[in-house]
């Protein structure tokens, strides 16, 4: 397997994911969505919302790889962040049609995306505006990886909460995706 191959797989594991957190979520009242929990981005809601943010300004970012993914160009249409605990989505529904657009744009550019551009230095600014640069591949590498140490953080007040999200394992999805060949 190719790395390429690993982040097209990340992809579908974040989608896939996403799709179970929205699951698990909606059998809960708004209040207990909001409900500060003392978790670093409070709630539920802001831990989703905190994703949200990320996923926005690293796909912002990656739009500028030499490449110029064409599957990223929806998302300079999207507001800045101006704060990582910014609240993008206010309710649930909206959270979801906004993780979804983001989801499937996150698949169109995994799959546009070819090996060769994983080496490739980018450079772009912190939110406090500091300059910095990554390799391409690192950069992908930390967006798969902030995105699974989130939902972790969000399955355990979910959890808390009495509401089992399920296999939360990547082999879980690996197994399913070859039981259907």
């Given at each position: 397997?190719?790395i390429?191959?690993?982040?097209?797989?990340?992809?579908?594991?974040?989608q896939?994911m996403?799709?179970?957190?929205?699951v698990a979520c909606?059998?809960l009242?708004?209040e207990?969505?909001q409900?500060?929990r003392?978790?670093f981005?409070?709630?539920?809601?802001?831990?989703?919302?905190?994703?949200?943010?990320?996923d926005?300004?690293?796909?912002?970012?990656?739009?500028?790889?030499?490449?110029?993914f064409?599957?990223?160009?929806?998302?300079?249409?999207l507001?800045?962040?101006?704060?990582?605990?910014?609240?993008m989505?206010?309710?649930?529904p909206?959270?979801?049609?906004m993780?979804?657009?983001?989801d499937?744009?996150?698949?169109?550019?995994?799959?546009?995306?070819v090996?060769?551009?994983?080496?490739?230095?980018?450079?772009?600014r912190?939110?406090?505006?500091?300059?910095?640069?990554?390799?391409?591949?690192?950069?992908?590498?930390?967006?798969?990886?902030?995105?699974?140490?989130?939902?972790?953080?969000?399955?355990?007040?979910?959890?808390?909460?009495?509401v089992d999200?399920?296999?939360?394992d990547?082999l879980?999805?690996?197994?399913?995706e070859?039981?259907?060949k």
């Amino acid at each position: 397997m190719y790395i390429i191959d690993h982040v097209r797989l990340l992809a579908r594991y974040n989608q896939w994911m996403n799709g179970k957190l929205y699951v698990a979520c909606r059998g809960l009242s708004e209040e207990s969505l909001q409900r500060d929990r003392k978790a670093f981005f409070a709630s539920i809601s802001g831990t989703l919302n905190h994703l949200l943010v990320a996923d926005v300004l690293w796909l912002k970012r990656f739009h500028f790889h030499p490449r110029g993914f064409i599957s990223l160009q929806a998302v300079t249409a999207l507001a800045n962040p101006v704060s990582l605990d910014q609240i993008m989505a206010p309710s649930l529904p909206e959270w979801q049609a906004m993780r979804e657009r983001l989801d499937e744009m996150i698949m169109n550019w995994s799959s546009e995306m070819v090996e060769q551009d994983l080496d490739v230095v980018l450079e772009y600014r912190s939110m406090s505006g500091e300059a910095r640069e990554n390799t391409f591949g690192d950069l992908v590498l930390h967006l798969f990886n902030h995105q699974t140490h989130h939902r972790g953080q969000v399955t355990t007040l979910l959890s808390q909460e009495g509401v089992d999200v399920g296999s939360t394992d990547l082999l879980a999805l690996m197994s399913s995706e070859r039981s259907m060949k």
